[in-house]
């Protein structure tokens, strides 16, 4: 349903220039939600053209036109501006803290039930996973750093 038009370009050979036909066409060009295209084209000028019929009206629009004025929206860049940010503080744990707790932890054993004489008799005790080991040492760094340890 898409059409193409062309327009003469200054040095010669004609521009193609895909038109879309439906907010989701036009939605699905700039990777967006087909609600998000509408209010863009009410409150931020989204050059979208609508061919008049007696009760509602055809959308359409053309890629290159949305194209550009998307790279109009963009930022400028300002190495001032970039010179100038310093990136907030990470406020997770650091994965070397976590590492660190789980070395002393030891490595998991891998042995299976049941094995060895005595087994029978003594009580089955859970071996802690690796996911278990992992949170006890997470919640170990927060707490440690909720104490101004670190």
Same mark, same amino acid.
């Given at each position: 349903m898409s059409e193409t038009r062309? /327009?003469? +370009? @200054?040095?010669g050979p004609a521009l193609q220039d895909k038109k879309l036909v439906?907010?989701?066409?036009? =939605?699905?060009h700039l990777g967006r939600e087909v609600r998000t295209v509408q209010r863009?084209?009410? /409150?931020? +000028? @989204?050059?979208?053209?609508?061919?008049?019929?007696?009760?509602?009206?055809?959308?359409?629009?053309? =890629?290159n036109e949305l194209d550009d004025w998307i790279k109009k929206r963009q930022p400028k860049d300002d190495p001032e501006a970039d010179a100038a940010f310093e990136p907030e503080p990470d406020v997770a744990p650091s994965t070397s803290a976590i590492e660190e707790e789980?070395?002393?932890?030891?490595?998991?054993q891998d042995k299976p039930r049941?094995?060895?004489?005595?087994s029978a008799l003594e009580p089955?005790?859970?071996?802690?996973s690796y996911t278990d080991r992992l949170l006890k040492a997470k919640k170990k760094v927060w707490e440690d750093r909720d104490r101004g340890k670190e």
């Open positions: 062309t /327009s003469p +370009g @200054l040095e439906s907010w989701k066409e036009i =939605a699905s863009w084209e009410r /409150s931020e +000028g @989204l050059p979208v053209y609508r061919h008049e019929h007696l009760r509602k009206s055809t959308v359409y629009a053309f =890629a789980l070395k002393g932890a030891g490595p998991v049941g094995a060895g004489p005595s089955q005790k859970e071996e802690e």
